[in-house]
DNA sequence: ATGGACTATGCAACTTTGTTGTTG
DNA sequence: ACAACAACTTTGTTGCATAGTCCA
């Protein structure tokens, strides 16, 4: 997840919605590896995984598991009554585990004892249990980002089914004049507070209206958008029928639905009087910080009130009076409220919680705008909302970011403007978290003790508040996170392309781990590593190139270091090809390998990677033409040999028709019965003689076509095509420098632009041709 | 009953310039 | 003799997030 936001990423999510969470092939051995060994310690994974899917929806993943499952031989008829086999199951799979291993030494007498630590062990392995695996975690996550993607375009599709004239034409009528005008108050110059009183009166009314409106209330078939927890989380989603705008146009106009469509509506009645109301929309993927295997058994049904209390759809309206956002839920709550410091519409209660986690709330205006309001109605936005959320990590964030910005169509406004200075109002009167867990990575807030290793506390800063710990026990000093200073090594702020200031003094001394330090100085005597801040360091400006030849300064090992631009020196430039050293050593001027990074393996060692050369800037044009003089050779070698195959190919056909004709000259005319034969031959045995395909290739690939990457069968399929007339394909690839080559068929006409040069070639190409079999000792007079 | 401190656990990050043998 | 390449290697430590437990 770490290489975010690339098409690779929505690539990935498509993945893991098609594959579930345990599919194991395609992953690298090293995964594999580690599952297993997880399985090992801990086998009653598997078999629990498959009996909850077995008893809900048959899903991908059922399956899946069954590959790499260990053998199911330890837990007989688990399949159903899971729930009160739970812990029993639990305790015996522990027991497995535990015993087994004392009693493989042999030593029978000691069996008492085993037991008794078991039952200790029991204890404390119960709860590491129940944490699901590294891979699961992954899937977890991805599946939360796909399911919250769609979510949110889901969002944006319903919130234009709302802008329908049609329906906006039609709910217009409902709204009598004096509800209209009550809708669009005067400004009130002396007290604007008048004018969104009677605002607020006129969506009082509306609501009103709309529940008269609103006939048929129906209840929730299923969980519908409320949060499923992963053991309800099934591969095949229900696609049986598709409700769309015309549905949802009907729907409304004709009042049947449940509450999300009567919010729906509701936003579409007050936009079809010229109201600005936004669709908001709250969220909810299931939760990727849980990473329990399966939740606990009890409390699993809520009352149908409890879980559905609060709405996930809600409506917003703009003040343009008091420069504020109006909430409305006109279905649930049935409220209308200004939010100040904590809106009713956010959760609360542990069982409310299970099924509806402020995390994402989405507003869709009638624009076409789509903005993340969560901060209006978590009260504990900083402290406990974002670590919930999956913009906790940078990476998260930006995906997110992305996501909003592909649905938001609409340029900003002064109303984003203030809104936007709300949230930042509403930050800073959230205020201190009261606890230790809620200063952990806080934003705004830090703890003495939380600091990193590598993180110092501004000289003389103060602290910006107190926490009491352990009933006032103790009391600890909150600071302010724009306190903390990061500190970096020498070392690693060169790799930063920074080196120390004259006459720096170092920030803080930290001991080194022996981690760096294993080839050098191995008798395990920690270093001491001295830390420097940012201001300690400058840019770091490399010597440059001596003027006439261009000598560039190496280090030891007879490389630049170019981890940065600016650690180019000022006279020299980068060429980054692989190429780049054959080209410099080629025509023979001065340059210096460029190490551009490093990169680790699982050996002791790690290697430079040699990602260019430097050289002076007045050679570089020379170094370059001698890229793609290289360049161009190579490919030009690829091609010959290419149409060698194919040439090679064609013998073969012609050898073969010219026995044919032999044959027929000798025999008689046979034809129909030999051509049959013949055709078999071909399929057979005769695979490099394919006739037109260069190689065997395509016959291989054929027979396993899985194996191959999409995009590799693709070339592939271009080059079994190519066979004779390859020569197309190049002169696309070359431009002008093409070569209609690879040919037996002289190649046509139809690209005039370069026709001049091409017939020369062409002339050039035909001769070689001739040449060629002649020497092979065809002519094609016979 | 609830919330928070504390603890065990496994994962992730960090690491920052090889060696030996075979083939052409 | 030399260059190019492949195979081998399968670490160790710290810090962090989470679940679960216990206690006020």
Known sequence: MDNNLSPEHFHLIRKVLREGPQNAEDRPLKRKRRRVRDYGSNESKPAVTISIDSSSDPEPQAEVVDLDSPPESNYPEKDDDLEDDYGEEDY???????????ATSDDIGDVSVTIESTSKKIKNNNRVKNLCSNEERRWRRYYHMAYLACLMVHGADVNEWVNNAKLLRRLSKLIPESLFSLLHPEKDEEMPLRSTRKLLDGLRKCMELWQKH?????RYTGLEYYMRDWQEISGKPNLKRKFTEKDFVRQVLKGHGNCDLATQGFVALLRSCNVNARLIMSCQPPDFTNLKKREPTSTRDYSYESVFKYPIFWCEVWDKFSKKWITVDPTNLQTIEQVRNGS??????????KRNLLRYVIGFDRKNGCKDVTRRYASWYNSK????????NESGSEWFDKVIRALHRRKRTKIDDY?????????????MPD??????NHPKYILEKDLRNNQILKPNCKECGYLNVGNGKQILKVYDRRDLIDLKSAKQWYMEGRVLKIGSRTRKKVMKSNRGARYKNTDGAPEEERLYSV?????????PASVPDGKIEVNAYGNIEVFTPTMIPANCCLIESPNAIKAAKFVAVEYARAVTGFKFERGNASKPIIGGVVVAKWFKD????????????????????????ALNDWNVLLMKIRIKRNLNLTYGNVQEQVEVESDEDQSSDEAPGGGFFPSANAHNEEAKPTAIDSDEAEYMDRDRMGGFKDGKKQTQELGNKSFESGGFIAPEKEKSATATEESTVEQDDNENYEQFMEELGFSDKE
Request: glycine content about 4%; overall charge negative; proline content about 5%.
């Open 535 to 543: 201001e300690d360091t400058q840019v770091y400006n490399p010597p």
């Open 622 to 645: 020379s170094v370059v033409s001698a890229i793609e003089g290289i360049e161009y050779v190579s490919e030009t070698e690829e091609r010959e040999k290419h149409e060698l195959s």
């Open 214 to 218: 609103w006939k048929v209330k129906r």
């Open 344 to 353: 009713k519409l956010e959760p609360r209660g542990v069982s409310c919680c």
């Open 92 to 102: 015996r799979s522990d027991e497995f585990e535990d015993v087994t291993e004392p």
């Open 385 to 392: 909302c974002r670590r919930r959320r999956i913009t906790n």
């Open 435 to 440: 606890n230790l867990q809620d200063l952990k």
């Open 419 to 431: 809104e936007e200075e709300y949230f930042n109002q509403r930050d800073v009167d959230e205020g």
